[in-house]
């Protein structure tokens, strides 16, 4: 049964640091081909791609996170990372972590390309 939990999501002030994790169970992530993206949602809009990262270890980001963001994985723990520095309240939002089983860069960050989705943890930055 595949499953992703995420966790590490909370309140922090603007300039503040989070670190969010993905754990990714029953999907062969170790070895295999993967491609996994952190998503955010704000109420009202739409799922934004923020960071991918594939098993080559190709990563892109978004543009509003570049250079803020940082996205890795632990493979012997089948965990994925989302580190968070230089928050801003526009940051604020439900991240979700997700999962397909493939590799296409250009389509890194693209919501409507992942099956497998997590339930989400929230983020709030307050200015």
């Known amino acids: 049964q595949v499953q992703l939990v995420e966790s590490g999501g909370g309140s922090v002030q603007a300039g503040g640091s989070l670190r969010l ?45 570049e250079g803020r963001f940082t996205i890795s994985r632990d493979l012997a723990k089948g965990t994925f990372f989302l580190q968070m520095n230089g928050l801003k309240p526009e940051d604020s939002a439900m991240y979700y972590c997700a999962v397909r089983l493939y590799r296409t860069r250009s389509t890194l960050l693209r919501a409507h390309t992942y099956m497998y989705w997590g339930q989400g943890t929230q983020v709030t930055v307050s200015s």
């Open 21 to 65: 994790s993905c754990a990714a169970s029953g999907l062969g992530i170790r070895y295999g081909t993967y491609s996994m993206g952190w998503f955010r949602q704000p109420p009202g809009k739409e799922r934004e791609g923020v960071a991918g990262i594939d098993s080559d270890a190709y990563t892109a980001y978004g543009d509003s996170v």
